[in-house]
């Protein structure tokens, strides 16, 4: 059986992975490896290893691997463990694909014990941008290391293909994350009463919102406060909160939160709702608001209408239900009133079409299993060069 090694460091991206680790767990010809850090063991983000375990995957926890604190130089730190630590689990395992997904920081060092221990790398929504953030630059990093792409648009396969990377090693799959709207992973209205003490009848406003991490003109704390500000004006909404993910000046943001929280019923703080429950909220929003990359890929397939925050997104493919504005008051309220009140608009919202299902059928789980069981494990798929395509050139990409 072909070893699949699988590295999960956050709450959101476990809930990506969750219908491809199922599928590989069922496989016949694969044998999954899962290996947790970063968020999933960290006291201070809600230790979500525990939803790994309720998923019924067997985990390889990777010791005090984990960033103690938001500043550059422990994040640079917390990178190079996971590059020694995954470097022993590499050796001990000897599996036969490292997968993994997005554009988090940690994946340097995953990518580097990997490569130097010439395991093949598949990696998950390569082509994406995100111009706000430093994941812009890991994630095209991570392309140039990775033997194997799983694109979720034909267009990120395109750039990725413009990036010299020969056109059989990419496969427009679609988004993971649509695909478990598509399956129904999602709590209902009364597990989410229960868990959250969350009331879907009553109107509600999703929140997150993350550092852009390349912005130097203004700190997180101050951004988030503009946001809170024009938040005020909608006492009438329940406002559900989650924390930002794990980077530079992700604490003063989590503060900014505490301080708006306290002592507003209305505004309800949470370090995690879990993949099921945040989807089972997003259902029932009236919007999303902020500046998570699940206003964009996930939101649409839900048809609710996103306010996108800033410039952290700025270069993803868009649904027409995604409004984007920049960090002042004035137009976050513009954006919250057409999202919330603007009749034509919100028809318009009802009637989009997600950009990160292409296919229509959400089936990213089965269209990746059919690669990792198929894949020829040999020298010539370590083999890289650079092949820029010719101007004639179609997008024939692997599904």
Partial sequence: MRKILVFTASRAEFGLYKQILRKIKQSSLLDLILVAAGDHINPNKGLTIKEVSQEGFQVITLPHCFPKSDNVKEISRYVARVCTQMADV????????????????????????????????AHIAGGESTEGAIDEQVRHALTKMSHIHFASTFEYARRIRLMGEEAWRIHVVGAPGVENIHRGESMSPEEIMAQFGINIDQPLLLITYHPETLTLNFSPAHKVNTLVSALKEFADFQQVITYPGTEVGYQDVAKAWKDYAQGQPNVKLFKSLGSRGYLGVMKCAAAVVGNSSSGIIEAPSFNVPTVNIGDRQKGRLRAESVIDVPCRKEDILFALHK????????????????????????????????????????????????DFPSPEEGACYGS
């Fill in 90 to 121: 590499i050796e001990a395992n000897k599996p036969d694909t490292l997968l993994f997904l997005g554009d988090r920081h940690e994946l340097l060092g995953l990518a580097t014990a990997a490569v130097l221990a010439r395991t093949p790398i």
């Fill in 339 to 386: 999202a919330l009140h603007d009749e034509h608009f919100r028809r318009q919202v009802r009637q989009t079409k997600n950009p990160y299902d292409p296919y229509g059928d959400g089936n990213v789980s089965g269209r990746v299993l059919l690669v990792l069981e198929s894949l020829p494990l040999d020298r010539w798929l370590l083999e890289k060069k650079l």
